[in-house]
């Protein structure tokens, strides 16, 4: 699906981030996502309310981040909340708004992660309910 289409379709607030994977071979970008599917429009009552999803962004022309905060994003450690999830006007970046836990006694990180890509698929990995 493209850019537009994946954001229109899944609904992103309060999803965790928990892994991000990018392979420079392929420049495919692979986010982990704790996801609400009890948030979806498409969502049905007798089904399991969360679950996890992985979402990879094909052929990734354009990736920005806040450079300050890399060794975590690439980490096995990323606890991280979506605020947002949209396009810019042209329909050709998904900018996701995001909030990472501080390790240490500051405050929480906000960042953004800026993403150009030719296709977006998404694979349900598991469902349960909390």
């Not at 495919?28 to 399991?48: A, G, R, S, V």
Request: overall charge negative; aromatic content about 14%.
């Amino acid at each position: 699906m493209t850019i537009t289409e994946f954001a229109e379709k899944y609904y992103l607030h309060d999803s965790n981030i928990e892994k991000i994977n990018f392979d420079e071979k392929t420049k495919n970008l692979t986010l982990t996502i704790e996801f609400c599917f009890w948030m979806q429009n498409w969502y049905k009552n007798d089904e399991p309310t969360n679950g996890k999803i992985s979402v990879t962004f094909e052929n990734v022309s354009f990736l920005e981040y806040d450079e300050n905060i890399s060794e975590k994003i690439f980490s096995n450690e990323l606890d991280s909340e979506i605020y947002s999830a949209d396009i810019d006007e042209d329909g050709n970046f998904v900018i996701f708004s995001v909030e990472t836990i501080s390790d240490s006694d500051c405050d929480d990180i906000y960042w953004n992660l800026k993403i150009k890509s030719e296709n977006v698929e998404v694979t349900e990995l598991e469902r349960y309910n909390l």
